[in-house]
Structures are given as structure tokens and as C-alpha cells.
């Protein structure tokens, strides 16, 4: 195998093993850059070669792409635009923005309340965000629309500043920070949640982007949904701009850089990412011995986006312009993030000593300069001018997205304590000395007495309405289209689809068996027909359409492409033909489950975001949702999302054969934490039909809910019954209802399953009666959560109210009056039926699929968990004989006749099914 070395000099290199047709020739090419390079020297040799790889990549020669660039501005100054705001004021601006997010920060820290926050992300990043705020963020009325900023987690304290300066927030508000249940004025809640959560703050947070690595995957799926809008003809969303501010440390997070070729293969010049390149993370340098940017920047370029870094400030200009021989440039390619962190948190004479200094004739473009003026030069990402350019190219750019690499310094602007300190991070509150010197650096109008009488509580600074910085900040959010960030709700509202659409799944399948899968697809389908709100369904499919019964659906609604689609399909002559279209309305989003929830929480927070509500119906292999992506599914909760979660393939024993990393079992218990999911598990597609029509008129009726719905449906093909007359609507919704009743007498027990259970609970209801003369009224419990979530809250209202009539749970209400034992069972671990145990008390006994699932015949695994019909059955005659009901010797026949200890004696479920 061939070396690296011996593959030629540029790494993923040139062809070597191409034969040399014309070696005379070559080698005169060879000679003469071997003449440059000695008479000319090495750097004009280095220009020559890199704009001949330049004109080569124009003229499409197919050389490999330079994925890095010296350590310099993309924008050289000669290019930069001319600057179009007061420079003065938003600089003076910018200094009480300082100002204030410190002191609330530090103020949170008062004693008795210490609850932290964050100050030096938001000093590192001001000058990012407030070249934005003036000049390139839309409000939302702005005539193209607002623009979506996704701003990093922890810089909320800056923006809380600005929108206090704003007059947005009150002083008694930014005194409530991080105490959003405790801080309490005139009986009034007063306060601000820690970091962007609309959930806690729905007029003002748009983006959850707290955890770490959520908002860029987020922000690139939101830009996708814009452009999807706009090429379905459902908005013009083409001034729209999405902007993610990211911290460098963040960009480690795998969600970070896995959707970055998406992006680019989506064309999303509608996304810039801004990363706040400060070289630091929690603990201490993110690349130590390495350099962040020029990774960032390879990796970035390799994936297809444009590229602009913004390294240096202006102080630098003069000396790169006169830097002839490339030395300083050849220091700054060098040096280390790791060595640049320790100059910024040193002073001017060490980096003339060990930046400078290294070598003699950058040493010499200094000599005559004092500490202070080294001192003073700054990093790009601190300097306004280098930012606007960024900016303003990045919004011009158009085929690809763009990222913007800003170099800055953590704690920037709060003196040596924390400027480039590795604990920077985590420092919340100003020694009294950092806190005088901080005022003086921002010229602040506050007395040393007045910092001295209460260190704890410096005062917040804010200039009256008249005064020219806060007229100024004013007027430009003005022009811009209103305050950022603001989230809204008042948009259009949806026509429900009508009764009819859920006829044809309530009359069940006839003789034909079909899955709980198949039945909800083909309900989709009857709902996707609704003239108006057929159009607001988004399914979202990973690459698993063709399990789900779901590629009939392509000819019809089509796979969403920006591109279309520039081939003839392979199976372009089928009835079911593979077809993209640029109006397409499914999102394919490959294999891909991060990626669909990011689209999820793009779509189902449409009503706020585009205010038009739109359904994301986004299905996929069950194992592969709450467990994988569940952090992605609770920030799409704070999003206060609306839509379906559709958990196919369900179960621990019901897709058949497919083993431990596919049979799921356990999701409605991970699903149960999340308070904004309800789940239901029906078991008929009458069920299903009536679970969808109350999703809709919760999260899409008159007076929506911010819940999503969840829904877990098998590949088990059964006969689906008609529904019932006088089915008990309200039971299917709250969670249980009756779907038989035992006839005659006998001992009396109840039966409980849900989902593909239900099928084993009448297997057991046959054989007590067959069998052991047990009489068995069956229960479809529809959902074991949302009986413990009523039953739960009954108790709590109880507990803090003890003279209040509170009415029974449903729970209570239909099982407290029956007779007999209670057993349960479902295709899930025991914890899902053992969530309602509590209020059933001794009567209660619930079977399991608890362990790892494995690859079997359904039959024989739902023997092995003991989880089947006739392992029910054996369970009631056991509590049974407790009672003295039935002989206790009737246990033991039972096991014998069912054969229970034999895996292969298995009765329960069929065989078939996709998987
Ligand atoms: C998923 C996740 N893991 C860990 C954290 C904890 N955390 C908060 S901020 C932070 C460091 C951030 O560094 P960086 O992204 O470089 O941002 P900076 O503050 O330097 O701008 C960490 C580890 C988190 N919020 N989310
Ligand atoms: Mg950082």
C-alpha cells in the first residue's frame, strides 16, 4: 500500500500514477518554479503557486481545493465596505450593554440568592451581535419578514441588556434573573429564565439553543424549511434570513458539523453561522496546540460552504500591508490557540517579547511602538468594521451558506481576572477593585460609594428614552423591522379536516389483516386528501418510507428536492415511481433521525415562527426516536412544538426478528419524562382515528395546546374491527376504555393491555373462560402515561387542597368499582403498565417485556418475557387463588398446560409484516 508520502505532496492528493506524456515539458515547468523560488524567494514562489491552484479551480482543471488559508481576513481591508453606522454611539452603546449584563449577572450572585449566570461568552461575542442588532436583523415587520437568530445559549445576559436598554424589560425583571418562580414585586412574578427558552418566555425567545450543538443542526433545518415554504408556494420566505451564533467549543458537538454537507447541498444562502472563535470552552483552550479556525475553516469548505474568517482587527492592517516578506503572517500561521489565549491574558510587553519577538523583523515592525499601543491591537471578531464586512459578504453570497469564523478574546473587556483566563467561564460576579476598574475602562457613571455601599448591587445604567445612544439603538431596530428576538403567535388559523376523512379507518379492514402502521398511514392519506389542510401535513420520513407502507405516497405528494429532479428515476415507469420535485411536500431526510427532529421542530413551530401552522408528521423506527434523539425532542418541547411523533416498528417482541438494537420496549417510559409529549398506544384503527382527531383540535383547534402527540403503531398485520356502536370516545382519549364485557358467572377478573397486547388480553379473556371457567372483561388502555399523569395530578390537588371535592381520576373512576383482580401486560417493560400500579393497589399485578430484545418468532418472545395470553391467564388465577377464588392447584396445572416454561409453546401473534 502506498504511503503518504510516497502519494505526493498534497495530502488526498494529485494522481501520481498518471503516465507523463510530455516530460520535456514538465520538467521545464518544474525549472522555472525551482528559478522563482530561488531568485524571488519562497513566499513569492508560494503566491505564484496558490494563484495558479486559484485559476485552476476556475478553469475546472479538477486540481484538489486548498481547504485552509493563512491566518489573515478573507476580507483583505482594501475590499471592505464602507461602514454605515454611527460609530460613536454604538460604541457607546455597546459599553452600557457591557455594563449591564455584568451587573445582572453579578447581582443574581447576591447573597441569599446565588443562582450564577454567565458573563465573559457575551463580552467575547457584543461587537458580533450588536453589528447584527444595527444593521442586519429583521424584526418581524419588516416587510420580507423577521429574520431567525439562533443566539448562543449563554450570551443571554446580553441580550436581556439590550432589550432592558430597549425598554422592553424592567429593572425588577433583570433583578429576577434565573429566579423565575421565587422573584416576586408586588405579589407579581418579575424575572428572566436563564438561557433562550420560549417555553419559560413565549413573547421573547424564539430558539432553545442551550444545549450544546442543538442550534446549528437546528438552524440549518429551519433555513431548509424556509426555502421549503417558499418553494411549495406557501410563503415568500425569500428574504428571510437565518443566523446561528455558535460558540467554538460547541462546534465538537457531533450535531454541530453533521448537517453541514446538507446545508450546502440544499444551497442555503439563506444561513450564516457566526462562530465565536475565543479559543476557549468550559474548562480551558478548545485547540491548545492547534488552531480552531483553520479546522473549522477545512472542515467548512471541505462540506461546501463559504468561508469568511475575520482574524485580525484594523491595528492590524498597516502592519500585514508592510509585512513584505510574509514573517508576521508566517508568526500568526504558527502560533498556537493555546499560546494566543496566554497573550490576552497577559499584557502588551509580553506579546512584544513572545509574539513579536520571535522573530527579528516583526520584532522590527514594533520597535518603536509603547506596550499599550500592542496592547491595543484587536482580534477581528472585536473590531465593527471587520464584522460588517463579514456580515455584508455573507449576506450577498449566493449558492452556498456561509460561516463566519470570528476571532475573539473570552472575557473580553473585563480585565485581567478574566480576560483569556481558563476559569473565565464560570465566573459570576466582580471583585469590588475589577468592578471599579471595569466601570472606568466603560466610563460609566457610577460613584466608588456607590459600588462600595453595596458591592453586591452596582447599579444598572439606563440613559432615558431622549438620550442620543438609546435613540439611536431605537431607530435602528426601527428601520430593521422591530425588536429581535421576539416570537409571536398570532397567525393564520387551520380548517380541520371534517368527520368524514376518518370514516373509511373507523370501518375497519374487513377480513384483511393489516398493521396499526399500516392503518395510521392510510389515515394520513385520507386526511392529505382535505383540500385546505392537505397541505399543512409535513410528513417527515428518514429512510424508511418503503417499511412503513409510505412510498405509495411518493407519485402522489412527491419528495421535496430544491432541485427537482434531474434524472430519470430507476423506476420511472412504475405506478410507485421514486419521484423529487421542487413543490415536493415530504422531507426525505435520508438516514437520518438528528436531522428529522431538527426538521420536526422547524415545521411544528411554524405557527409561531412563519405564523402558518403547518402538522409534522414525522414517523420512524421506534427504537431510533426517544432514545436517540430525546434531548432534541425536550428542546422541541421548549420550542413549544406542535406535531405527530410517529414511533413505527414498536415494541420489544412485535417486529420480528430484527434483535436487541431494533426491538423496542422501553420509549414510552423515555417518552413519559417529557411533560409536552402524549403518548397514546392504540391498539384498532378506530382508535387511531380518534387519537388523531383529538390531536388535531388540541394542538391545531381553536385554543391550541403546546403538547405534541405520540404515537407507537406495530407491523403486526391483524384484523382491524370496525368501531364499535357507542364506542367510549372519552375512554380511548383519557386513556382506558372497555372493549368487552365477560358474560355469565364465575370468579371475575379485568384484563388490561395495550397497543398489540390488546390481541393477547383476548387470547387470556378466551382461555379463563375455555379453560378455567373465569369470567374477563377486557381494557384497551390506550395510554399508561396520561391515566398516571390525571391520576397523579387528582392527588396533588388533594394534597394542597384537603377540604376541595376533587373528582376521581378516570383511572379510578373505571376500574375502583370493578370486580376482581386487575392484570396487565403490553409489548413494553413492565415500568409502562406499573405507572398506574399505585392506585390499584393489591389487586393490581402487571407482566413485562423487561431486558434486552433479541431475534425470535414474535410468539416465542413474548414466552420468553412471559408477557402473552396465556402468561396472563396464569397470572389472574394466581391472584385469584390468593383470594381463595379459584383451587390454588389450578396455577401450577396451567403452567403445565400451557406449557409456559417453553419458549416454543408460544401462541401469541403472527407471523409477517415489514420490518
Ligand atoms: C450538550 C451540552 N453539553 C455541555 C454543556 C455545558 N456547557 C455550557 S457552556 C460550555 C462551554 C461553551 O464553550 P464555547 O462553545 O466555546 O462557548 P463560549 O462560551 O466560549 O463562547 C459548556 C461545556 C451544554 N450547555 N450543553
Ligand atoms: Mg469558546
Given at each position: 500500500m502506498a504511503s503518504r508520502d510516497s502519494a505526493g505532496p498534497i495530502l488526498n492528493g494529485l494522481p501520481t500514477n498518471l503516465p507523463d506524456i510530455d516530460a520535456e515539458e514538465t520538467s521545464e515547468w518544474l525549472e522555472s518554479l525551482d528559478l522563482l523560488t530561488d531568485e524571488q524567494g519562497r513566499n513569492r514562489a508560494r503566491y505564484i503557486?496558490?494563484?495558479?491552484?486559484?485559476?485552476?479551480?476556475?478553469?475546472?482543471?479538477?486540481?484538489?481545493?486548498?481547504?485552509?488559508?493563512?491566518?489573515?481576513?478573507?476580507?483583505?481591508?482594501?475590499?471592505?465596505?464602507?461602514?454605515p453606522g454611527d460609530q460613536d454611539l454604538e460604541r457607546k452603546f455597546r459599553r452600557l450593554l457591557r455594563w449591564n449584563a455584568a451587573v445582572m449577572v453579578h447581582r443574581a450572585q447576591r447573597p441569599g440568592v446565588g443562582v450564577g449566570g454567565h458573563i465573559s461568552t457575551f463580552a467575547s461575542s457584543a461587537t458580533l451581535y450588536e453589528v447584527g442588532f444595527n444593521h442586519f436583523f429583521r424584526g418581524k415587520d419588516h416587510p420580507g419578514g423577521g429574520d431567525q437568530v439562533f443566539f448562543q445559549g449563554h450570551a443571554s445576559p446580553g441580550m436581556y441588556a439590550r432589550a432592558f436598554l430597549e425598554g422592553r424589560l424592567t429593572e425588577e425583571r433583570m433583578d429576577g434573573f434565573r429566579q423565575e418562580k421565587s422573584h416576586l414585586v408586588d405579589g407579581r412574578i418579575e424575572a428572566l429564565p436563564s438561557y433562550p427558552h420560549p417555553r419559560q418566555m413565549p413573547d421573547f425567545w424564539e430558539f432553545p439553543t442551550v444545549s450544546m450543538g442543538l442550534g446549528p443542526i437546528n438552524a440549518i433545518w429551519q433555513a431548509h424549511f424556509n426555502k421549503y415554504l417558499h418553494n411549495r408556494g406557501m410563503k415568500d420566505t425569500s428574504q428571510q434570513h437565518v443566523w446561528a451564533f455558535l460558540g467554538d467549543g460547541e462546534m465538537d458537538e457531533v450535531e454541530s458539523r453533521g448537517a453541514l454537507q446538507l446545508a450546502s447541498y440544499e444551497e442555503l444562502d439563506n444561513l450564516t453561522f457566526v462562530v465565536n472563535c475565543n479559543l476557549q470552552r468550559l474548562d480551558g483552550p478548545v485547540r491548545g496546540n492547534g488552531k480552531i479556525m483553520s479546522e473549522l475553516e477545512s472542515f467548512f469548505r471541505g462540506a461546501g460552504w463559504n468561508v469568511i474568517k475575520v482574524v485580525w482587527g484594523r491595528g492590524w492592517d498597516p502592519l500585514l500591508a508592510a509585512d513584505k516578506d510574509g514573517a508576521l503572517v508566517n508568526l500568526m500561521n504558527t502560533t498556537s490557540d493555546g499560546d494566543y489565549q496566554t497573550f490576552k491574558a497577559n499584557d502588551g510587553a509580553y506579546v512584544r517579547d513572545n509574539f513579536?519577538?520571535?522573530?527579528?523583523?516583526?520584532?522590527?515592525?514594533?520597535?518603536?511602538?509603547?506596550?499599550?499601543?500592542?496592547?491595543?491591537?484587536?482580534?477581528?471578531?472585536?473590531?465593527?468594521?471587520?464584522?460588517?464586512?463579514?456580515?455584508?459578504?455573507?449576506?450577498?453570497?449566493?449558492?452556498?451558506?456561509?460561516?463566519?469564523?470570528?476571532?475573539?478574546?473570552?472575557?473580553?473587556?473585563?480585565?485581567?481576572?478574566?480576560?483569556?483566563?481558563?476559569?473565565?467561564?464560570?465566573?459570576?460576579?466582580?471583585?469590588?477593585?475589577?468592578?471599579k476598574q471595569f466601570r472606568d475602562r466603560l466610563d460609566m457613571p457610577v460613584t466608588d460609594a456607590q459600588l462600595e455601599d453595596d458591592p453586591y448591587r452596582p447599579p444598572y445604567i439606563k440613559p432615558d428614552e431622549n438620550d442620543d445612544r438609546i435613540r439611536y439603538a431605537k431607530e435602528r431596530r426601527r428601520a430593521l423591522g422591530g425588536p429581535v428576538p421576539e416570537r409571536r403567535t398570532a397567525g393564520e388559523s387551520l380548517k380541520l379536516p371534517e368527520d368524514k376523512a376518518y370514516a373509511a379507518v373507523k370501518k375497519g379492514s374487513g377480513k384483511q389483516e393489516i398493521a396499526t402502521t399500516m392503518a395510521l398511514v392510510r389515515l394520513f392519506k385520507d386526511l392529505l386528501r382535505d383540500k385546505e389542510f392537505g397541505a399543512h401535513v409535513v410528513p417527515i420520513i428518514p429512510d424508511e418510507a418503503r417499511t412503513f407502507g409510505m412510498d405509495s405516497l411518493f407519485p402522489t405528494i412527491k419528495i421535496y428536492s430544491p432541485h427537482g429532479q434531474n434524472y430519470t428515476p430507476v423506476d420511472h415507469d412504475l405506478m410507485l415511481s421514486y419521484r423529487e420535485a421542487k413543490n415536493g411536500q415530504i422531507i426525505h431526510t435520508g438516514i437520518n433521525e438528528a436531522g428529522s427532529v431538527a426538521s420536526f421542530t422547524a415545521v411544528g413551530s411554524s405557527y409561531a415562527t412563519h405564523g402558518i401552522p403547518m402538522v409534522p408528521v414525522y414517523i420512524f423506527y421506534s427504537m431510533f426516536g426517544f432514545q436517540r434523539t430525546g434531548d432534541a425532542m425536550w428542546a422541541a418541547a421548549d420550542q413549544l412544538c406542535r406535531g405527530f411523533y410517529i414511533g413505527a416498528t414498536a415494541g420489544r417482541t412485535t417486529l420480528t426478528g430484527e434483535g436487541t438494537q431494533h426491538m423496542d420496549g422501553h420509549s414510552p417510559v423515555l417518552a413519559a419524562t417529557n411533560p409536552a409529549v402524549i403518548w397514546y398506544d392504540p391498539a384498532f384503527s378506530y382508535e387511531i382515528a380518534h387519537i388523531v382527531k383529538s390531536g388535531l383540535e388540541r394542538m391545531y383547534?381553536?385554543?391550541?395546546?403546546?403538547?405534541?402527540?405520540?404515537?407507537?403503531?406495530?407491523?403486526?398485520?391483524?384484523?382491524?374491527?370496525?368501531?364499535?356502536?357507542?364506542?367510549?370516545?372519552?375512554?380511548?382519549?383519557?386513556?382506558?376504555?372497555?372493549?368487552?364485557?365477560?358474560?355469565?358467572?364465575?370468579?371475575?377478573?379485568?384484563?388490561?393491555?395495550?397497543?398489540?397486547?390488546?390481541?393477547w388480553a383476548l387470547e387470556a379473556a378466551d382461555l379463563l373462560a375455555q379453560d378455567w371457567g373465569v369470567v374477563a372483561d377486557v381494557w384497551s388502555v390506550t395510554s399508561w402515561t396520561e391515566l398516571r399523569r390525571e391520576a397523579m395530578d387528582v392527588d396533588q390537588r388533594r394534597f394542597l387542597n384537603p377540604g376541595d371535592e376533587v373528582e376521581d381520576s378516570w383511572l379510578v373512576q373505571q376500574l375502583g368499582d370493578t370486580q376482581g383482580p386487575i392484570v396487565a401486560t403490553s409489548d413494553y417493560m413492565k415500568q409502562t403498565q406499573d405507572q398506574i400500579a399505585q392506585w390499584l393497589g393489591e389487586r393490581y399485578a402487571a407482566l413485562g417485556a423487561d431486558g434486552f430484545g433479541f431475534s425470535d418468532t414474535r410468539a416465542a418472545a413474548r414466552r420468553f418475557f412471559h408477557i402473552d395470553g396465556p402468561s396472563m391467564v396464569v397470572k389472574a388465577l394466581q391472584k385469584l387463588a390468593e383470594k381463595g377464588e379459584v383451587d390454588a392447584g389450578t396455577v401450577g396445572q396451567a403452567i403445565d398446560k400451557y406449557r409456559l416454561l417453553d419458549v416454543t409453546a408460544g401462541s401469541s401473534g403472527n407471523a409477517g409484516g415489514e420490518s
Open positions: 503557486m496558490l494563484k495558479l491552484l486559484e485559476r485552476a479551480r476556475e478553469r475546472h482543471l479538477g486540481v484538489p481545493s486548498l481547504t485552509a488559508t493563512d491566518h489573515v481576513n478573507t476580507i483583505p481591508a482594501e475590499a471592505e465596505p464602507w461602514y513579536f519577538g520571535r522573530d527579528p523583523r516583526t520584532a522590527k515592525m514594533i520597535e518603536n511602538w509603547s506596550e499599550d499601543q500592542v496592547w491595543q491591537l484587536t482580534r477581528g471578531g472585536h473590531d465593527f468594521r471587520k464584522v460588517y464586512a463579514a456580515y455584508d459578504a455573507a449576506m450577498k453570497f449566493t449558492g452556498a451558506p456561509t460561516v463566519i469564523l470570528a476571532h475573539t478574546i473570552k472575557g473580553y473587556f473585563l480585565g485581567q481576572h478574566f480576560a483569556g483566563r481558563n476559569a473565565t467561564h464560570q465566573m459570576k460576579k466582580l471583585a469590588l477593585d475589577d468592578l383547534g381553536e385554543d391550541p395546546e403546546d403538547i405534541t402527540f405520540y404515537l407507537t403503531v406495530y407491523n403486526e398485520p391483524t384484523v382491524q374491527p370496525a368501531e364499535p356502536e357507542g364506542v367510549d370516545v372519552e375512554g380511548i382519549l383519557r386513556g382506558l376504555h372497555k372493549i368487552r364485557t365477560g358474560e355469565g358467572d364465575g370468579p371475575r377478573v379485568q384484563l388490561l393491555a395495550s397497543g398489540t397486547g390488546v390481541h
